[in-house]
């Protein structure tokens, strides 16, 4: 493979964006692999919109804290967190930067936190700026960057940490979800953990981060056969020299751009260790990625069922047709299992065939119908052009794998569009 195919440009469009966008496939037709990767690699600044109002926790926590104010700090809590969401639904419609966004929810579904648990949307917002700051940057500063979110100490209980009444929930995830997994350490380590990070809270004046050295527990610790006063910065250094840190993280980068199907050992140790000596630099990682024979494999492609956000907005993004309002897209995301900004658990959501079931596969095809339909005969002008110009050319285009259904009899680009998306071959990417 010297030069990328239209179809081999669409794959790593579709993989690293929002939908399989016309212009950008095209900006990457005929270029060799390593230089596509690099400008998919180099994306232009991700520039947030201005976001709407929310009560900043000063004023918020202390109405979750009073029973008589608990119910009106839950119903702000959701109205302003609906209007969250619509604003990011509206940064994913109108980004110049689609790989930034789709990195920021990447992250966003490694590090949970939830609006139903933490009832602080400004908190969630502020989060999600960071995530968005440390994407494409370095895992080890993201990690750092976690443990004293606000969200996250908020989501996991780690601002109750104190010294006298040790708080395990942030330890227990930080070993288990994000770094070296289960298997990997003993309940001992998990206690040693909650107590190394002992003092990280929320300044109660603010919302922001604050360490209270009164209430760390600076007594000698015993964490995975390491001895030592630690503090919640040693934790995690002691965790990221740990070999299975690097091989998680690419266990769920393998996931969300290669495959479903899980990878062969002897890929997650190579591309782990390469991973490291790049001292947890993520755009390394995902260099490795995308220029590695598993990702351009014929097998790995068309294999990855679609979540939400990929086919509610990478479908308005592909094809000019008219867009639902935010509130209706919001509450799509919900039907279909993606509510942003709320994961089902720390978990997060599991994806791939965790998409599909009998009702998300009615509601998919009910949006795809809705958006694609209309009166091919009539006279008005719709305004829709689509680029591609002919039969094969919209099905290289519009899906990732050939049709199950037979194409339609009648010619017509819309017609044609308007099949192609209803197609069970247009659900994978």
Same mark, same amino acid.
């Given at each position: ?6 179809? $081999? ?18 900006? &990457?037709?005929? &270029? ?8 998919? &690699? ?13 009560? *900043? ?12 104010? =608990? ?10 967190? $609906?209007?969250?969401?619509?604003? +990011? ?8 930067? *689609? @790989? ?86 003993? $309940? ?8 190394? @990070?002992?003092? +990280?809270?929320?300044?109660?004046? /603010? ?22 006063? @630690? ?12 070999? =299975? ?10 996931? $969300? ?15 782990? #260790? ?20 598993? @990702? +351009? ?5 068309? /294999? ?26 919001? /509450? ?44 091919? #005969? ?18 290289? +285009? ?8 037979? &194409? ?22």
């Amino acid at each position: 493979m010297n030069t990328l195919t239209f179809s $081999e440009a669409r794959h790593l469009v579709a993989r690293t964006g929002l939908g399989a966008e016309w212009g950008s496939i095209k900006k &990457l037709e005929g &270029l060799p692999i390593p230089q596509a990767v690099e400008f998919i &690699l180099s994306p232009p600044p991700s520039y947030t919109k201005p976001p709407p109002y929310m009560t *900043p926790w000063r004023q918020m926590e202390p109405m979750r804290g009073e029973a008589m104010q =608990r119910k009106d700090a839950w119903v702000r809590a959701k109205k302003e967190g $609906e209007n969250l969401q619509a604003w +990011w639904i509206d940064q994913l419609l109108t980004t110049r930067s *689609p @790989f930034t966004e789709r990195m920021t929810l990447f992250w966003h579904n490694y590090f949970t936190s939830s609006l139903q648990k933490t009832q602080q949307p400004s908190l969630l917002y502020r989060q999600n700026l960071m995530l968005r700051q440390n994407a494409l940057g370095n895992f080890r500063q993201l990690l750092r960057s976690v443990a004293r979110d606000p969200a996250m100490l908020v989501y996991l209980d780690g601002y109750k940490n104190v010294k006298a009444s040790p708080n395990e929930n942030f330890a227990r995830e930080l070993l288990e979800l994000f770094t070296i997994g289960i298997g990997n350490y003993t $309940e001992q380590d998990v206690r040693a953990a909650a107590r190394a @990070f002992t003092g +990280w809270g929320v300044n109660p004046g /603010n919302g922001h981060f604050i360490f209270r050295a009164e209430q760390h527990d600076n007594s000698r610790l015993i964490f995975l056969r390491r001895a030592g006063s @630690f503090n919640g910065d040693d934790i995690i250094e002691i965790l990221l020299q740990h070999p =299975r840190t690097a091989e998680r993280v690419v266990e769920k980068f393998w996931h $969300e751009f290669v495959s479903d199907a899980g990878p062969a050992r002897r890929t997650v140790m190579s591309w782990a #260790n390469q991973f490291r000596k790049a001292d947890y630099d993520i755009k390394t990682l995902l260099r490795v990625i995308l220029n590695s024979p598993e @990702f +351009w494999a014929a097998s790995n492609r068309g /294999n990855l069922v679609k979540s939400p956000v990929d086919l509610l907005i990478g479908t308005v993004r592909m094809i000019p047709y008219p867009r639902l309002r935010h509130s209706e897209m919001v /509450n799509l995301c919900r039907l279909l299992g993606q509510r942003l900004f709320d994961p089902p658990s720390v978990k997060g959501w599991e994806g791939g065939n965790d998409w599909i079931s009998t009702q998300t596969l009615l509601v998919r095809a009910a949006y795809l119908a809705k958006i694609s339909r209309g009166n091919l #005969n009539a006279r008005v002008d719709t305004g829709l052009r689509l680029p591609a110009k002919e039969g094969q050319e919209m099905l290289d +285009w519009l899906l990732a794998v050939p049709p199950v259904n037979p &194409l339609p009899d009648i010619p017509g680009q819309r017609r044609l569009a308007h099949s192609l998306l209803r197609d069970p071959a247009f659900q994978v990417s």
